[in-house]
T-cell receptor, first 112, second 108 residues
Framework: ETGVTQTPRHLVMGMTNKKSLKCEQH?????MYWYKQSAKKPLELMFVYSLEERVENNSVPSRFSPECPNSSHLFLHLHTLQPEDSALYLC???????????FGQGTRLTVV | KNEVEQSPQNLTAQEGEFITINCSYS?????LHWLQQHPGGGIVSLFMLSSGKKKHGRLIATINIQEKHSSLHITASHPRDSAVYIC??????????FGAGTILRVKS
């Protein structure tokens, strides 16, 4: 248990569906992150929120839409995804620097 | 080309063996993070270090900032150590650069 909780753990969705991934941390951290891990590839940073403001958008397609309503919660809204978007999506949080971030268990997403 | 290189990519060891995983990086970083990812996908932080050596149980991490190299050692390896080990360093600000990971399998 790292203190960062992601739901759901597994998600199967069709290409026309709309779904959301949720991340929650009660560690008092001020930065939250979404990462994507595709098969046999390193983790890729998608978004960074610092003090609830988006400070990094790593050229992510608009079909991924993040939302950070407060410092403890982070969402990733998904719509009209493609099969190649199937991956493990990991949330993390940190106090300041990303080094030392705490990671969630991830959501295994399958787009059919 | 990934700016953080790990070796080996795959490693199979017998229980009890001493294991070393290496991480070299071309980006200028001030600290490095070793992570462990289990088959279910969850990632656990092992070490964050900016100099010298850190030890936690059977795990030892070393770093040489000048040589841009870090190593993770596992003593008396056990099958439960089987996982993917990832090193990561900050590129700038809140951006981490990750290695591709080393898949470790320890056989009993």
């Amino acid at each position: 248990e790292t203190g960062v909780t992601q739901t759901p753990r597994h998600l199967v969705m069709g290409m026309t569906n709309k779904k959301s991934l949720k991340c929650e941390q009660h560690l008092g951290h001020n930065a939250m992150y979404w990462y994507k891990q595709s098969a046999k590839k390193p983790l890729e940073l998608m978004f960074v929120y610092s003090l609830e403001e988006r400070v990094e958008n790593n050229s992510v397609p608009s079909r991924f839409s993040p939302e950070c309503p407060n410092s403890s919660h982070l969402f990733l809204h998904l719509h009209t995804l493609q099969p190649e978007d199937s991956a493990l999506y990991l949330c993390a949080s940190s106090q300041g620097s990303a080094v030392g971030a705490f990671f969630g268990q991830g959501t295994r997403l399958t787009v059919v | 080309k990934n700016e953080v290189e790990q070796s080996p990519q795959n490693l199979t060891a017998q229980e009890g063996e001493f294991i070393t995983i290496n991480c070299s990086y071309s980006v200028g970083i001030s600290a490095l993070h070793w992570l462990q990812q289990h088959p279910g996908g969850g990632i656990v932080s092992l070490f964050m270090l900016s100099s010298g050596k850190k030890k936690h149980g059977r795990l030892i991490a070393t770093i040489n900032i000048q040589e841009k190299h870090s190593s993770l050692h596992i003593t008396a390896s056990h099958p439960r150590d089987s996982a993917v080990y990832i090193c990561a360093g900050p590129e700038y600000g809140n951006k981490l650069v990750f290695g591709a990971g080393t898949i470790l399998r320890v056989k009993s």
